[in-house]
């Protein structure tokens, strides 16, 4: 009767162990065994460490040099036969310069004046050009100048000496783009006021 208790304390005891047979226990190196966290599971291994991102590959911008500056200005471009406080076209217009006052000094008025007009510029001084960027072919803006001022300006083939008045060719220019001779510079003119001569 003793031993039939005792299997029987033995088989409930084994059914009773019998349903956590399938998770193993854990054993510790104290030899102790722990029951694993049901959350992770027993045979997972750790994620392997991504490799460190390699540059070899990556493009770089040291050396790269932009092919201008942004703020870089643009190009000068002529803006045309200066005349007073405005610009005329010179392929449409002359400036026309007349005098409006003689008392107590001379005083000017300036006006663009059509190409197209049959009397060009008939009471004042005609400036045709402000510089050769004006005039087409070649052609250099030159101003005419006798005794009394200019007798006017205008393209012409050659700039040189005196013409057959009797009066000094003086080649015109713009001091933003000079195109004067070797050794020669843009200069403001003392004989036409708001124009530059080559010296």
């Given amino acids: 009767m003793i031993r039939r208790a005792v299997v029987l304390v033995a088989c409930v005891a084994v059914a009773a162990c019998s349903g956590a047979a399938d998770t193993p226990l854990l054993g510790s190196q104290d030899g102790s065994t722990t029951q694993p ?24 911008d040291a050396g790269v040099v932009d092919a201008a ?4 200005a643009p190009p000068y471009q002529d803006p045309g036969v200066a ?17 409006t006052s003689y008392y107590p000094q001379m ?7 059509s190409l197209g007009d049959l009397v060009k ?7 045709y050009c402000d510089d050769d960027e004006d005039c087409d072919g070649g052609q250099i ?6 005794y ?9 083939a050659t700039c040189t000496g005196y ?22 510079q843009c200069v403001p003119s003392t004989q036409l006021s708001g124009y530059s001569v080559c010296q």
């Fill in 37 to 60: 966290d049901a959350t992770t599971p027993v045979d997972a291994s750790p994620e392997p460490e991504a490799a460190p991102p390699s540059d070899a590959g990556e493009p770089s």
């Fill in 69 to 72: 500056p942004k703020d870089a």
């Fill in 83 to 99: 005349c007073g406080t405005t610009d005329c076209d010179p392929s449409a217009d002359l400036c026309c310069r007349t005098v």
């Fill in 107 to 113: 005083t000017y008025a300036y006006a663009c004046e």
């Fill in 121 to 127: 510029c008939a009471a004042g001084l005609a400036i």
């Fill in 141 to 146: 803006c030159c101003g005419s100048l006798g």
């Fill in 148 to 156: 009394s001022g200019f007798a006017g300006v205008q393209c012409q």
């Fill in 163 to 184: 013409n057959i008045y009797g009066q000094q060719q003086i080649h015109f220019c713009d001091p933003k783009a000079p195109d004067c001779d070797v050794n020669q």
